[in-house]
T-cell receptor
Framework: AQSVTQPDIHITVSEGASLELRCNYS??????LFWYVQSPGQGLQLLLK??????LVQGIKGFEAEFKRSQSSFNLRKPSVHWSDAAEYFC???????????FGTGTSLTVIP | KAGVTQTPRYLIKTRGQQVTLSCSPI?????VSWYQQTPGQGLQFLFEYFSETQRNKGNFPGRFSGRQFSNSRSEMNVSTLELGDSALYLC???????????FGPGTRLLVL
């Protein structure tokens, strides 16, 4: 069965510190992987995506993610967090064709000064 | 290029009523998907349309339905509303079935 697990419900980091948000997936075929961010009262904004090729993908706002097939993981990282990064982050997996995404339950990020 | 627009943004209904939500995709996009977001269940896939045809449907009761028009605009309908239908309903569009989805701001539905 397809599923996405984000083990960390909530993470607090200091501004300027590094960040890693974890994502593990279970999918029967080669997945397409995504990270989205949601600010309060807003829709989802795409941070980055992985379809194939280089397993380290760069996204917007200085985020990157690494696909590790052996670990079924797609962790999101940022070397230095800004206060504006405080939001909810969702990892998603989707099929090669079609848009039936499966989302994780999200990780809420708090950034303290 | 304008993003995905959803109307209305907020809606209050009472149990037993029905509701219709609208989604206008990004110009040129032919695929529209709908998701329900609740604090307890997170983001759950409702259905997906491409060129006016429903391609996939999530695990929701028949009270949830949708359609897509020839201009790619989509509507979803929920009949006989229940308290548990209170949620943020998100629409996403993509140019084809293999492209990135872009999400709208959502319609927040409150059922009293």
């Amino acid at each position: 069965a397809q599923s996405v697990t984000q083990p960390d419900i909530h993470i607090t980091v200091s501004e300027g510190a590094s960040l890693e948000l974890r994502c593990n997936y279970s999918y029967g075929a080669t997945p397409y992987l995504f990270w989205y961010v949601q600010s309060p009262g807003q829709g989802l904004q795409l941070l980055l995506k992985y379809f194939s090729g280089d397993t380290l993908v760069q996204g917007i706002k200085g985020f990157e993610a690494e696909f590790k097939r052996s670990q079924s993981s797609f962790n999101l990282r940022k070397p230095s967090v800004h206060w504006s990064d405080a939001a909810e982050y969702f990892c998603a997996v989707g099929p090669p064709t079609g848009n039936q995404f499966y989302f994780g339950t999200g990780t809420s990020l708090t950034v303290i000064p | 290029k304008a993003g995905v627009t959803q109307t209305p943004r907020y809606l209050i209904k009472t149990r037993g009523q029905q509701v219709t939500l609208s989604c206008s995709p990004i110009s040129g996009h032919r695929s529209v998907s709908w998701y329900q977001q609740t604090p307890g269940q997170g983001l759950q896939f409702l259905f997906e349309y491409f060129s006016e045809t429903q391609r996939n449907k999530g695990n929701f009761p028949g009270r949830f339905s949708g359609r897509q028009f020839s201009n790619s605009r989509s509507e979803m309908n929920v009949s006989t509303l229940e308290l548990g239908d209170s949620a943020l309903y998100l629409c996403a569009s993509s140019s084809t079935l293999q492209e990135t989805q872009y999400f709208g701001p959502g319609t927040r539905l409150l059922v009293l």
